[in-house]
């Protein structure tokens, strides 16, 4: 996030798209809310669902599934066509914006409209409100990224803020809305394949000294690795023989997940550490029982790049350790000594290598966390984002085109998935799947469908019904909803027993990598 929770109660408009916000931020929707109510922030939900979030909207408008790019572009055209824009910012803290516009030029709302079914009278109204708005805020969700066109979709919202000037200043910004509790945490420490700690390329020569130096080592790659989607596609292919999971369970969240099953079954080593013998869990040869988040000291960095204390409140079970101390024990064991005292002195390590936590230290935080980038001890922390200029120096605008899903209906597959969460049940179900409370709530999975659908292909409300894409099929329980559009439906993912990923799409974001989860063919069977 560009910008803070508390910042978004600041904001005159709010802009939500491919955010369930009040079921998968129930804390952070009170925040957008409290804004509509009590400060007559203006709030436009642009989503397929009729989500509950719209009760609190002057403007919803749903678009055809996997067509953002293309309203985006829509309001930047009308936007650009009416000089709304705000022409200080773009000249002086932008580029490329020549090349933007020639590529918007071709969005009119008349264009817009065929391809997302958005009335064009609702693209030039929302482009007028969010451009003319003092202070615009932007939240999405994985109903932005998890597209084949993901990046774009990221790229195009990026291009709409700073278009406007929205960046900045408090009510502004582009926010993402992270999934997890430690989601930004684990993509700071370097999480990810082309990064150390801190976003430093692998590439980088001087990153990779400053690395070998911290830890003793010399050699250390600098290719990138695989993502967590390309790993598992190469078990089927032989090139990886074995697989360390570290509280993930893929063989209920990752797409196509018939093909990923047999992934698994050509893997030579399987290790799994988590809480609970998940699904994954199952199929490892060696499971590493850990500590949950209640049973360890450390910090965790949220979605508004808040670093925080979370401190030990009871032991742990059995023979259950912290994470880090099982991997300091294999790492050992390997030829590689490395121990430490506490979490303490890792988040000392983490201040050495990391430049945006420099500053921040266990004391500084004892009570009240700190937003990075804190690079100095005597640095407050950094709420917002871009204030004097963006990391790059001036912010690069994206020429992005429209790509079409990777997969649309026809006539053997007539009708339109997206899957998504319930306020209920959180994720595969590891956790709140053993809570009675919440089983009793939302017990199976279900199909969200229209009643003007549910007649056309003769299902009733209640009953169960196969659903079937080309990947595979489970059998679930039709729920007639005034959410639903008509041409799609709706499942979420976190019940094994009918896993929706049994039917999503394994197609890649090219750059990101992640799976076209919310959008892919399939059709119902009695």
């Not at 200029?389 to 007539?414: M, V």
Request: with cysteine; aromatic share 8%; glycine share 8%.
């Amino acid at each position: 996030m560009t910008n803070t929770i508390g910042d978004i109660e600041t904001a005159d408009m709010i802009l939500v798209t491919g955010s369930n916000t009040t079921e998968n931020h129930p804390v952070l929707s009170s925040f957008v809310k409290r804004a509509v109510k009590f400060r007559s922030a203006k709030l436009v939900v642009v989503d397929p669902r009729k989500i509950k979030l719209v009760e609190y909207a002057d403007k919803w408008i749903r678009q055809a599934v996997g067509t953002d790019v293309v309203w985006i572009n829509g309001l930047m055209h009308v936007i650009i066509k009416e000089a709304l824009f705000n022409k200080t910012f773009v000249n002086d803290r932008t580029e490329g914006f020549e090349e933007l516009k020639k590529t918007v030029e071709k969005f009119t709302p008349e264009h817009v409209e065929k391809i997302t079914g958005i009335a064009k009278e609702d693209i030039i109204e929302i482009a007028r409100m969010y451009a003319t708005a003092k202070a615009a805020s932007i939240l999405y969700c994985m109903g932005i990224t998890q597209h084949i066109c993901g990046t774009d979709n990221v790229k195009s919202l990026a291009n709409l803020s700073m278009l406007c000037g929205h960046m900045g200043k408090p009510g502004t910004g582009v926010n993402p809305l992270r999934g997890q509790n430690n989601v930004q945490g684990a993509c700071d420490m370097g999480g990810l394949p082309v990064v150390f700690t801190a976003y430093q390329p692998v590439s980088n020569p001087d990153a990779v000294k400053k690395m070998e130096n911290a830890w003793g080592v010399t050699g250390i790659s600098t290719s990138p690795g695989l993502t967590a989607t390309e790993m598992i596609p190469k078990a089927h292919d032989g090139i990886i023989k074995s697989l360390y999971i570290i509280g993930e369970n893929p063989l209920v969240s990752d797409p196509d997940l018939n093909h990923a099953e047999k992934c698994f079954e050509d893997l030579e080593f399987l290790v799994v550490q988590d809480l609970f013998l998940t699904e994954t869990a199952q199929k490892a040869d060696v499971v590493l029982p850990s500590t949950c988040f209640a049973e360890k000291d450390g910090t965790f960095s949220n979605t508004e790049r808040r670093v925080q204390r979370v401190r030990k409140a009871v032991e742990g079970p059995g023979d259950a350790k912290i994470d880090w101390a099982i991997t300091c024990d294999i790492a050992s064991r390997m030829g590689y000594p490395m121990s430490y005292n506490s979490s303490e002195d890792i988040f000392e390590e983490i201040r050495i290598v990391t430049p945006s936590y420099a500053g921040i230290t266990y004391d500084r935080i004892d009570k009240t966390g700190i937003h990075w980038p804190c690079p100095s001890i005597d640095h407050p922390g950094t709420p917002i984002l871009h204030s004097a200029q963006f990391t790059r120096g001036k912010g690069l605008f994206h020429a992005i085109d429209f790509i079409p899903p990777a997969e649309e209906p026809d006539n053997e597959y007539p009708l339109n998935l997206t899957t998504g969460r319930v306020i209920y049940q959180y994720h595969t179900g590891t956790m709140t799947r053993k809570t009675e409370g919440l089983n009793e709530r939302a017990p199976e999975s279900f199909v969200e469908i229209t009643q003007k659908d549910a007649d056309k292909y003769n299902v009733k409300n209640g009953k169960k019904v196969r659903v079937i894409s080309r990947r595979g099929e489970i059998e679930v329980i039709v729920q007639i909803s005034p959410k639903a559009v008509d041409g799609t439906v709706f499942i979420p993912f976190h019940y094994a027993e009918a896993a929706a990923n049994r039917l999503t799409n394994g197609r890649l974001d090219p750059i990101a990598k992640i799976p076209e989860y919310k959008v892919c063919a399939v059709k119902l069977a009695s």
